[in-house]
């Protein structure tokens, strides 16, 4: 159990990292490790400004998590609008939106119970 920790930190933190190269906003992380029947530990929500934009924070995310841990999204949906992308990591699921997209859905708000950790960006 420990080693699968360490392995989620160290994937959360590569994909920080990608999202931050391509200067993704409004970087959230929501742990779901206490909420019954979730279908993985974490999400990681931020959100773009463009299709153009959505679309970088994913090719990097992708990227960079190749590269560093040679490991890559059990599944990707939603890259043909580019509205609200899904990666999906299997422990660790990222959700990368347009602002409005966001808005609208509220994941946050529905997963309320989830502890969230805000991270700041310096840009």
Known sequence: ??????????????????????????????????????????????????????NAIVNAVQKKVSKELKDKPWHIEGQDNAEWVLMDYVNVVVHVFQKQIREYYDIESLWGDAKTTIIETNY
């Open 1 to 54: 159990m420990a080693k699968e920790n360490i392995n989620a930190d160290l994937l959360i933190s590569t994909i920080l990292s990608g999202i931050e190269d391509v200067k993704g906003k409004d970087i959230n992380i929501l742990d779901l490790r206490e909420i019954e029947n979730t279908v993985c530990d974490y999400f990681i929500v931020c959100e773009g400004t463009s299709n153009t934009q959505v």
